[in-house]
């Protein structure tokens, strides 16, 4: 027969599995702070609004903060004595934008809540919902209860941000890695239908790639020169401002800006996905939704762990 106190210990421990198992909620903050999300909606809006661009750039500080050791907010922290900035990673250096934004969200955020009650790895993911929204693509219901790391890690965003000159091969090994599968890989590539590369990332393709539309490789040499004009910037499609998909028939034309973006269609285990996603929007975003939280699920901090930070760029 068990004891009362072995039944207690037991019962204390499986709730203590399902809190964490499921301690991610889209009504986290309702009780804790119902004014939250609308506040961070009206910062988003406003800074789209000013700068089309920036919600393509706010969408990747998530993607890049949730590839690094999990969705910790750890790319929002600036360099100390203890570690360097994931920012001087190679796949953020001098491309990775929209801090000031996430500053401001912030500060607006523990304005209406009175106090730091949501953290900035959930104001990534919210904020990234909100700037495709703003941008005219799907909404989904966002996880929330992250905390935010107290590390960062240069040398490991080094080593599994997935690199613009990825084969098919590397990317779905990349995203394996990260728990997500091939349906993911090209939903979330998809997010390429809105920003803009600099040129330095996209001159090897324009210049030496053989599955490229030799029309579409002229125009994007017009302004990415063989030398020099690293940061000119081109668009992933032709309506980099709009949350749509054109992203996918781009890519089905042989026009995909980056070597990573045509390997999803040149002959591979994802063609069928892109071409059905570039005849039906609404599956792309059906799926792209899903994936977000799926992506927005990896390795969260929390409970007790990490903390909530009062200035996103530095430790409490």
């Avoid at 996430?102 to 993911?125: G, N, T």
């Avoid at 210049?207 to 992933?236: H, M, Q, S, V, W």
């Amino acid at each position: 027969m068990v004891s009362p106190t072995n039944f207690l210990l037991h019962a204390f421990l499986w709730l203590a599995l399902a809190v964490t198992a499921f301690s991610l909620s889209p009504n986290f903050y309702h009780n804790v702070c119902p004014q939250a999300l609308p506040a961070i909606k009206r910062v988003v809006e406003a800074a789209v609004h000013k700068e089309r661009r920036m919600g393509a750039s706010l969408l990747r500080l998530h993607f890049h903060d949730c590839f690094v050791n999990g969705c910790d907010g750890s790319l929002l922290l600036d360099s100390t004595s203890s570690f360097e900035t994931e920012k001087n990673a190679r796949g953020n250096l001098n491309s990775v934008r929209g801090f000031a934004v996430v500053d401001q969200i912030k500060a607006e955020v523990d304005r209406v809540c009175r106090r730091p009650v949501v953290s900035c790895a959930d104001i990534l993911a919210v904020a990234a919902r909100d700037s495709v929204v703003a941008l005219g693509g799907p909404t989904w219901k966002v996880r929330l209860g992250r905390r935010d790391s107290t590390t960062a890690s240069r040398t490991l965003a080094d080593s599994v941000l997935p690199s613009a000159s990825m084969d098919l091969p590397a990317l779905i090994n990349n995203f394996k890695n990260q728990g997500l599968n091939k349906r993911d890989l090209v939903a979330l590539s998809g997010g390429h239908t809105i920003g803009l590369s600099q040129c330095v990332i996209f001159r090897n393709r324009i210049y030496n790639a053989t599955n490229i539309d030799p029309a579409f490789a002229k125009e994007r040499r017009a302004t990415c020169p063989r030398t020099g004009g690293n940061t000119n910037l081109a668009p992933f499609d032709p309506t980099p401002a709009r949350f749509d998909t054109a992203y996918f028939n781009n890519l089905v034309k042989e026009r995909g800006l980056l070597t990573s973006d045509q390997a999803l269609f040149s002959g591979g285990s994802t063609d069928k996905l892109v071409e059905t996603y570039s005849k039906n929007p609404d599956a792309f975003w059906v799926d792209f939704g899903k994936s977000m939280i799926r992506m927005g699920n990896i390795k969260p901090l929390t409970g007790k762990q990490g903390q909530i930070r009062v200035n996103c760029r530095k430790v409490n």
